[in-house]
């Protein structure tokens, strides 16, 4: 929007182009990512119809984190991940 301002003369320079946002916001949480077979043990346990229905969103929903540490999953496949 601000750049949309900038190239129509509404501004004169976006007033948050040369800030750096890297020291901002929460710190980078870490996360258990669980393998296929975890999450094959996970739904074959014996639960309500609510919480298998909230586990399968969790599990559809979640980022794959970048760093790694997939046991197994594909580079570009989806794994649960569970904050600590």
Request: proline share 6%; glycine share 8%.
């Amino acid at each position: 929007m601000l750049k949309w301002c900038e190239q129509r003369g509404y501004i004169e320079e976006q007033p948050f182009k040369n800030l750096k946002f890297d020291n901002y916001g929460t710190p980078r949480e870490r996360f258990i990512i669980f393998s296929k077979q975890q999450l094959k043990d996970l739904f074959a346990l014996d639960m309500h119809h609510e919480d298998r229905l909230l586990l399968s969103i969790l599990v559809v929903s979640c980022p794959r984190s970048a760093s790694g540490g997939d046991e197994g999953l594909p580079p570009t496949g989806h794994g649960a991940h569970l904050r600590l």
